[in-house]
Each structure stands twice: as C-alpha cells, then as structure tokens.
C-alpha cells in the first residue's frame, strides 16, 4: 500500500511573502521557443523582431537561422521602427514567402517582441488577418515573448494561453495534461496513467496540430510545469476544472501528482501502489544515492523559472537540504498552494527581485549552493560559491521517477566541483 510523508505540522501557505520589486536578471519570453518548436513538429514560430531577437534565439538554440528549423525572425529594420514602411504589408508578404516555402506548416506563431511592442505592431489583428487568408490548412495564431515585463517560461505560458480559445469545445471527461514535457516523458506519463485507468488522456502542447485536444466542462486537467498561470486561467474560462497538486519532480512528487489524478478518475487504492510503489521505489533509492553529497546542505533560490518552490520541495523533503531563501518571479497562490503546503516554514519566501538586495542577502548567508541565473553564476562563483545555472533545469528532463536521479544529480555536480577543486588546490599547495 502507497504511503507518503506527512506533509509539515506548520507549511508555507500562510507565511509572509516578502514582495520586492526592482532590477531583474532573467531572460526574455522568446527563449521557449527553444524548447516549444522541437515538441511541436508541424508549428512555426516567426519572431517580428530585431537582429538581436535573431541572434538570441540562435545562440539559446545552437543552429543557424538559415539552417531552416521550424522557428525564424522577421526583421523589423530601420524604416520600420521609424514609421516609414507598412509593417503589415511586409509581414504578410514574409508569411506567404514561408508558407510557399513550407508547405509542413500547419500552425504559425506570430512572436511579438520588444521592438514590435514599442511600435505598437498589432499582431493579434495580423494573425486574425494571416489565418483568413492561408485557412484551413493553416492556422494563425500569436503571442507576446516580450522580455520587458515577463520571465522567460512566461513564454510557453503565452504560447498555450494563446491556443486555448481556438481549441473545439469537448463532450465527455477527459484529462488533459497541460505543459510542454519531453517526448521521453510524455510517454513514461501517458503509460503510467493507461496503467491506472485514467483516461482519454490529452496533451497540451500536441506533437502534432491533428492532435490538439478538445475542450468542455468535463475536461479535468493538470499541469505538469509550475509556470503556466495564464494558460489555468484560460482553461478555467473555457470551463474545464484543474487538478490541484504538487508538481512531479522526484519520487514524492510524482507519486502526489499521479494520486491527485487517480482520486479524480476514482483509482483503487491497491491499483494504485500495484502502478506506482515499483518505479517509486526504484526513484527512491536512485535519489538517496545521489542525497548523500546534499544532505544538511544550504541551498538559495533566485528567481529566474518558476520552478523554484518544487524544485525546494524536492531538495528539502528527498535530498535533506535547507533552503534558506526561495525566490519565484511570481507565485500563483492557487497553482503552488500544495507545493507550498509541503515546505516546512522556516525559509523566506520571496517573489519578484531586485537583484541588488538579494545579492546582499545571498552574501550574508553564503550557503552551500545557489540557483541562479546565467548572468549571476560567474560573479558569485567568483567569491567563492557554488552555484547552478536556473536554465538548466529547464532544458533538461527532470519529471517524473525516473529522471528523479538525474535531478537530484543536477544540483550535487556543482557541489562535487567544488570538492574536487578543493582537493586539487590542497594537493598543489
């Protein structure tokens, strides 16, 4: 019979956030492209942008634009920030060139940027115009990944939130698994779910646009990445009802996760541990390998994804460690309730940044180990701690049991560095 830890006698839900507002060090929206174009194989994504938009997503995706993956950037040039050309007009003439170019094409993003912002470039009226046109073998949708304001995950959250109102409406219950996963994992969930019963079973984002899901007010769904509050908001107003529940990093993570669904659909307590005490087990003794180098640890989280509270959860409750300070760019009171309510009070929890005020009280604490940004990680490391870099864990798979490992290893390679870089330092001297 599956049991489970009990949660804190005094969690985090009701402790005081400490809100700060100021200069931000993260990237922009338009990185989720990244990760978005390779799970969704028949979608383009066309960045109105600048040659800096351009070179971002080709240095973040590690390809040449020319090379001709399913994403690119039409360039707002001069004449078109100063008003002397109809960027319209030339945005229709790009969409068509791509479309003749790429007839695999079936759903178009149109990405707004900075630049297309600040000329106040109305995309939504423009994707509404593009899809009358290339309709029905193309549908025309957009989004904003506009660093000025957001958070880079905050880009596949616009990218789905985007989805959401065009997608038919459903009749009869289904789960819909909201979040872009690797294949890998999508499948390792899709099977763990058919194994409990659960099911039809629908993903957002789909591979394919053939196998966008429908939605109702029996569509039940659940969010397998912590960042997606105005995709839950837009699947609220459609009517479908969300699965409250931790997120599945680690083995307790996971099985939570798969239990909020199992309750839903009305799983059998035995046909539940007969599914998951196996694959649990095995992510248990995975990760307490791994905890060894972690536990009684400190660990500070910056704000940079979003996952940072699971991620906290994860290393507190598995690997042993003490998390002094958890910073998120936004907590979501209602997405992050159950994680929240599994961290036992104690760490200050913080939302939003200003970069300057926490370096201050990164540098007071000097914990073990601090999860940041890429432009932060070389400063710090150069007084001397350890850190890890906060995009990281977004790139690679860490869902589910049996990438619970692997997570767990993440954080304990910065800190094997160290040791061994002590090591060698003590041998020269």
């Given amino acids: ?92 003439r790009e969409v068509a060139r791509l479309l003749a170019r790429r007839p695999d094409i079936r759903q178009l993003f149109l990405v707004g940027s900075c630049p297309s912002e600040v000329i106040k470039l109305d995309l939504h009226r423009a994707a509404e115009r593009l899809s009358a046109i290339h309709a029905p073998h ?3 949708l957009n989004y904003s990944g506009s660093g000025i304001e957001t958070t880079f995950t905050q880009g596949e959250d616009a990218c789905l ?8 409406e459903a009749n009869g219950k289904e789960l819909l698994v909201v979040g ?59 009517g479908a009802q969300h699965i409250a529940a931790p997120f599945p990093f680690g083995a307790e993570g996971t099985t939570r996760w798969l239990a909020a669904v199992a309750a839903e659909w009305g799983v059998s307590a035995d046909r539940f541990a007969d599914v998951t005490d196996a694959p649990r087990a ?19 989280f910056l704000p940079d994804s979003q996952l ?37 009070a104690g760490p200050t929890i913080s939302e939003g940044q200003d970069v300057d005020l926490q370096l201050d009280r990164v540098r007071a604490a000097r914990p073990d180990l601090t999860v940041c940004g890429l432009g932060l990680a070389n400063p710090l490391e150069s007084e001397g701690l350890s850190t890890k870099w906060a ?8 869902h589910l ?24 330092r003590e041998a020269a001297e």
């Fill in 138 to 140: 193309v549908r025309v």
């Fill in 282 to 300: 095995r992510a248990e003794r995975a990760v307490a390998q791994v905890a060894e180098r972690l536990r009684g640890k400190s660990v500070f």
């Fill in 180 to 238: 872009a996963l690797p294949d890998v994992v999508e499948d390792q969930v899709l099977d763990l779910l058919a194994k409990l019963g659960v099911g039809p079973v629908r993903c957002l984002p789909a591979r394919r646009s053939a196998d966008l899901p429908s939605i109702g007010p029996e569509t039940r769904f659940i969010l397998a990445q912590p960042f997606l509050g105005d995709t839950h908001a837009a699947l609220i107003r459609r």
């Fill in 1 to 92: 019979m599956t049991t489970l830890p009990p949660p804190p006698a005094i969690g985090c839900r009701t402790v005081p956030v400490l809100r700060e507002r100021g200069q931000r060090e993260v990237f922009c929206g338009l990185t989720g492209i990244i990760w978005l174009h390779r799970k969704m194989q028949d979608a383009f994504f066309l960045v109105v942008g600048s040659r800096t938009c351009a070179h971002l997503l080709q240095a973040a995706a590690g390809v040449m634009i020319f090379a001709e993956p399913r994403f690119g950037t039409a360039i707002l040039e001069e004449k078109d920030l100063a008003g002397l050309a109809d960027a319209n007009a030339e945005l229709d």
């Fill in 161 to 168: 939130a985007a989805m959401v109102p065009v997608l038919p």
């Fill in 391 to 398: 995009i990281e864990l977004v790139f690679t798979p860490i």
């Fill in 308 to 344: 940072e509270l699971p991620l906290a959860r994860f290393l507190a409750r598995e690997c042993g460690m003490r998390a002094v300070e958890i910073g998120t760019p936004y907590l979501h009171a209602e997405i992050m309730g159950p994680e929240l309510d599994l961290i036992a």
């Fill in 401 to 424: 049991y049996e990438q619970a490992a692997d997570l767990a290893s993440l954080f304990a390679r910065p800190l094997r560095r160290r040791a061994l870089l002590g090591a060698a």
